[in-house]
Structures are given as structure tokens and as C-alpha cells.
């Protein structure tokens, strides 16, 4: 009897730590979620950018809105797809909407997203963004990586960025 009740408890305590475990999916949100607020920074080329990074929908989804950058603003949106998937829809100024999947992170800092599909694409070929590599380097400052492919040529533009106080 003693050793049933040892053995449910050993259980018990198993499956209350599976239950409390984040995935990597989440915690990668988590630290997107991090973000929430204004930033400010410069592209590649110098130029002066503002990031808006805001959660809505209960938690459910974080909103980056990026301007500053061309004549629109860009739009893009993070979400959790079950526990083990965080996907991207990114809202181009190009007229896509190229969808990403995180993968595994390589550090506790870099989340890297890469092409899924997209919506509005002329042809898998045309002008769209194919990855982004969001960095963190502390909680007042973080790099996003933005790599565009057009038939075939990839263009990276970087946006280094620190939070506005």
C-alpha cells in the first residue's frame, strides 16, 4: 500500500511539471511579448525607423508595427498555433503576406523565423520576405533581421533598435 501511494505520488508530481513545462514555441513568444512598447532606431541604410511592438486579442497575439520605413507602415503579427508552433504573418508593403514558422532557437536570445507560405504571391519567385532573425540583446535593446528574395537575390536589411523611454 505504501509503495502504490509512493508511486502516485511520483506520478502526480510528473505530471504536474508536464503541465507547468513551457515549450520553446512559448517561451519564444514570451520574450517577443517582452518587446511591448516603443523603439527606436535606424535601418541599414541610416535612415530613422520606429517599432511598435503591442499585444491585443487577450495575450493572444502581439502587433509590430514598423514606420518610418517607406512611405507605409508595415504590419506584422505574432502567434502561438497550439503549444509548439509560433507563426508570423508579416502585412508587406510590397501587397503579400508572407506567413513564418519560428524554429528551434539557437541561443536564449535570437528567434528565427523562415518562410512558410504567403498569401498575394504572384509567383514563388516574386518580392517577399523569406526570414526574419529577431535578437534581444537586453530589455532596452534588440536587432530584427529582415531578409527580402527576389527572384532569387536575397536583400537583408537590418534595423538596430532600442526602446524608447
Known amino acids: 500500500m505504501k509503495s502504490a ?7 502526480l508530481l510528473a505530471t504536474a511539471t508536464v503541465g507547468l513545462a513551457q515549450t520553446a514555441a512559448q517561451k519564444q513568444f514570451d520574450q517577443l511579448k517582452s518587446l511591448a512598447g516603443t523603439w527606436e532606431g535606424k ?7 520606429q517599432v511598435t511592438f503591442r499585444s491585443t486579442s487577450g495575450s493572444s497575439a502581439l502587433m509590430s508595427e514598423i514606420s518610418g520605413h517607406g512611405e507605409d507602415n ?3 503579427m505574432f502567434h502561438l498555433d497550439g503549444p509548439d508552433r509560433l507563426l ?5 508593403g510590397s501587397g ?9 532557437p539557437p541561443d ?33 535593446h534588440h536587432t530584427e ?3 527580402f528574395v527576389d527572384h532569387g537575390k536575397d536583400i537583408k536589411e537590418v534595423f538596430d533598435l532600442r526602446r524608447k523611454m
Open 88 to 92: 508570423m504573418t508579416h502585412y508587406c
Open 108 to 140: 536564449a536570445k535570437t528567434i528565427s523565423f523562415n518562410f512558410l507560405d504567403a498569401t498575394n504571391l504572384a509567383t514563388p519567385d516574386a518580392a517577399h520576405m523569406e526570414r526574419l532573425v529577431v535578437t534581444v540583446l537586453d530589455a532596452n
Open 5 to 11: 501511494r509512493i508511486a502516485f505520488s511520483i506520478l
Open 145 to 147: 533581421e529582415w531578409h
Open 96 to 104: 503579400n503576406q508572407p506567413r513564418m514558422v519560428a524554429g528551434m
Open 74 to 76: 508595415m504590419i506584422t
Open 43 to 49: 535601418n541599414s541604410l541610416g535612415e530613422p525607423l
